[in-house]
C-alpha cells in the first residue's frame, strides 16, 4: 500500500511516501510563513524521488493538528484537492500522537511539544506499551510550560517537537535528570510517520 503522509501543522513540514513498511522518500520543508505556496512542490518533489505519479498512491494521511491553524487548513484544504483528483482514501493523524511515535522504545513517558505561541505549548503525555504502540495518558491540551511540568511525575520524561527548541531550557532547569530531549533528527515531525499511521488506520478499515 503506497501511501502519501503531509505535515503542515508544525513549522517544520513533512512530506512522506512509504510503500507498505518501505520509506520510497522524505522531504522536509519551512511550512512556517507560507504553507500554501510549498506545499505542493514538496509533494511533486516526494512524488518525482519516488518515481511516482499521483495516481500510483492508495492513499492520503495528514496531520491534523494541534499546531498552526493556517497549517492545518492548507494541509487539509490541498488533500481534499488531491483525493478528489485522485480518488484515493484519506486519514486523519493526531499531530501530537504522530510526533510520540516517532521515539525509540523507552520506558521513559513521552511527551510531544508543539510551540502555541504567547508563552503556551500543546501537548500530551503517552507511555509505550509493552506489546507495542503508544497509551496516551491525559487529553491533548493547550497550556503553559509550567503548568505542563506541574502534571509530571517522578518518571523521567521525553520532550519532543518544535516546543523543545523554545522550553528545552525551562524544562531542563525545572525537572533537572529527568528531563529527557529526542535527538534533533527525530525532533521534527517526518512525514513517512504520518503516512505509516495512516497505513495502519486504513489496514483497520478506517478513513475520514
Do not use: N, W
Not at 33 to 43: F, K, V
Not at 113 to 126: F, M, P, Q, S, T
Not at 140 to 157: K, R
Amino acid at each position: 500500500m503506497r501511501v502519501l503522509g503531509v505535515d503542515t501543522a508544525t513549522t517544520g513540514g513533512g512530506i512522506g511516501i512509504i510503500d507498505d513498511e518501505k520509506v520510497l522518500a522524505e522531504y522536509a520543508f519551512d511550512a512556517g510563513d507560507a504553507p500554501s505556496a510549498r506545499l505542493i512542490p514538496a509533494i511533486k518533489t516526494v512524488l518525482d524521488q519516488a518515481r511516482l505519479d499521483l495516481a500510483a498512491l492508495d492513499a492520503i494521511a495528514v496531520s491534523l493538528g494541534p499546531g498552526s491553524f493556517t497549517g492545518v487548513r492548507v494541509g487539509l484544504s490541498a488533500v481534499k484537492g488531491l483525493s478528489l483528483a485522485g480518488g484515493m482514501a484519506v486519514v486523519g493523524i493526531p499531530t501530537l500522537d504522530a510526533l510520540a511515535s516517532q521515539l525509540h522504545p523507552t520506558p521513559s513517558l513521552i511527551c510531544p511539544l508543539i510551540d502555541a505561541r504567547k508563552g503556551e505549548v500543546y501537548a500530551a503525555l503517552y507511555k509505550q506499551r509493552e506489546g507495542g504502540g503508544l497509551e496516551r495518558l491525559t487529553p491533548y491540551q493547550v497550556l503553559s510550560p509550567a503548568a505542563l511540568l506541574s502534571q509530571l511525575t517522578s518518571h523521567a520524561t521525553v520532550f519532543v517537537g518544535d516546543g523543545v527548541e523554545v522550553y528545552g531550557d525551562f524544562i531542563k532547569g525545572h525537572l533537572g535528570e529527568r528531563a529527557l530531549f529526542a535527538p534533533p533528527e527525530l525532533r521534527f515531525l517526518k512525514g513517512q510517520t504520518v503516512a505509516t499511521l495512516g497505513r495502519k488506520r486504513i489496514k483497520q478499515g478506517e478513513q475520514d
